[in-house]
T-cell receptor, first 115, second 108 residues
Framework: SQTIHQWPATLVQPVGSPLSLECTVE??????LYWYRQAAGRGLQLLFY??????ISSEVPQNLSASRPQDRQFILSSKKLLLSDSGFYLC??????????????FGDGTRLSIL | KNEVEQSPQNLTAQEGEFITINCSYS?????LHWLQQHPGGGIVSLFM???GKKKHGRLIATINIQEKHSSLHITASHPRDSAVYIC??????????FGTGTSLTVIP
């Protein structure tokens, strides 16, 4: 069976510090991978998605970046965090190629607080 | 205007009540997704449907493609159903438009 791991579960970081959130998927190959952010009281916002190794699409301009160094690994990074980066970050995967016809499977999320 | 609109935003029900959450979308889709977000934040996929009706336990999802409208029903609601329910409509690529969610609280 497929599983998705996301860590850490919670993170408190000072403004201006770097960030690295990691997500790995097991039990499937060549998944579509997604990073979402959910600000308090708001809906899910797609940040990045990837259909393959090294292929990253960005949805919104921001100081975050994503990388996919391996087929089932997706990393969300920042060189310098802003207060506005606080939120709940979720990684998800779905089977390729037509994601619309496939359910998305979510990680447990990372609650990021910027001080 | 958002591509996906949900109503109501918040819903409080007594245990045992029949619950309906509505979702309207403005984009052409091949399938609509219903998600459940637990109080701790984790999200699970409940349904993916492209026509008619699907049932899973006490949960029923319906969709009317012509009217671009879907509903999620919960029969005999229970406090453990308390969660945020999110409707999601995929675009023509590999992405989704998400509703802002309906926060459901079921009181014992």
């Amino acid at each position: 069976s497929q599983t998705i791991h996301q860590w850490p579960a919670t993170l408190v970081q000072p403004v201006g510090s770097p960030l690295s959130l990691e997500c790995t998927v097991e039990g499937t190959s060549n998944p579509n991978l997604y990073w979402y952010r959910q600000a308090a009281g708001r809906g899910l916002q797609l940040l990045f998605y990837s259909v393959g190794i090294g292929q990253i699409s960005s949805e919104v301009p921001q100081n975050l970046s994503a990388s996919r160094p391996q087929d089932r690994q997706f990393i969300l990074s920042s060189k310098k965090l802003l207060l506005s980066d606080s939120g709940f970050y979720l990684c998800a995967w779905s089977r390729g190629a037509r994601a619309s016809n496939q359910p998305q499977h979510f990680g447990d999320g990372t609650r990021l607080s910027i001080l | 205007k958002n591509e996906v609109e949900q109503s109501p935003q918040n819903l409080t029900a007594q245990e045992g009540e029949f619950i309906t959450i509505n979702c309207s979308y403005s984009v052409g889709i091949s399938a609509l997704h219903w998600l459940q977000q637990h109080p701790g934040g984790g999200i699970v996929s409940l349904f993916m449907l492209s026509s008619g009706k699907k049932k899973h336990g006490r949960l029923i999802a319906t969709i009317n493609i012509q009217e671009k409208h879907s509903s999620l029903h919960i029969t005999a609601s229970h406090p453990r159903d308390s969660a945020v329910y999110i409707c999601a409509a995929p675009n023509t690529g590999n992405q989704f438009y998400f509703g802002t969610g309906t926060s459901l609280t079921v009181i014992p």
